[in-house]
């Protein structure tokens, strides 16, 4: 089982709508959670980080966290076609545990005007 | 810009050659990084310097070889390498080492041919 998943997509979504990007994870003690974006060619950048059960807002994304699933989210509001790139999700371990950043392969989201 | 600076940002050498790949961190982090990232697969983590010492080497082939002079400052020297090494090679740097926030250079680009 690899340690964090993610679909790797393409992922498709109409300019305006929700996008919805899944991840899940393998390491139960797993403190730290974060999503990265990235554009082709460029490098990863980050754009949310959450550290306990529930939602996070920030402008138009949303990260969500479900310990008890080992699953974590992220929804974008209203998406435009700057948000078409590959996100990658991250997981960070607590202490005693795999405290190392281990990333996905990444989702690739493309926004269609 | 992320305050984490990589030269070159294309590289091209034959299996014979030494080039080596610069990092530079503007940010006064404490730990820095090296990635490499191949396509279809997760980013890998390399090597790990926390205050100038290595503290973690993930079963990387010698080939590459990691220096770091100061804590701004982050080499990869690289010999002898195979076509398969062709990849993007990333350095990051966070506040200390096992930091939770992350923050990356541009990348280089190699090919080896």
């Known amino acids: 089982q690899k340690e964090v998943e993610q679909n790797s997509g393409p992922l498709s979504v109409p300019e305006g709508a929700i996008a919805s990007l899944n991840c899940t994870y393998s390491d139960r003690g797993s403190q730290s959670f974060f999503w990265y974006r990235q554009y082709s060619g460029k490098s990863p950048e980050l754009i949310m980080s959450i550290y306990s059960n529930g939602d996070k807002e920030d402008g138009r994304f949303t990260a969500q966290l479900n310990k008890a699933s080992q699953y974590v989210s992220l929804l974008i509001r209203d998406s435009q076609p700057s948000d078409s790139a590959t996100y990658l999700c991250a997981v960070k371990g607590g202490p005693g545990g795999n405290e190392k950043l281990t990333f996905g392969t990444g989702t690739r989201l493309t926004i269609i005007p | ?113």
């Open chain 2, 1 to 113: 810009e992320t305050g984490v600076t990589q030269t070159p940002r294309h590289l091209v050498m034959g299996m014979t050659n030494k080039k080596s790949l610069k990092c530079e961190q503007h940010l006064g982090h404490n730990a820095m990084y090296w990635y490499k990232q191949s396509a279809k697969k997760p980013l890998e983590l390399m090597f790990v310097y926390n205050f100038k010492e290595q503290t973690e080497n993930n079963s990387v082939p010698s080939r590459f070889s990691p220096e770091c002079p100061n804590s701004s400052h982050l080499f990869l020297h690289l010999h002898t390498l195979q076509p398969e090494d062709s990849a993007l090679y990333l350095c990051a740097s966070s506040q200390e080492w096992l930091g939770t926030e992350a923050f990356f250079g541009q990348g280089t680009r190699l090919t080896v041919v």
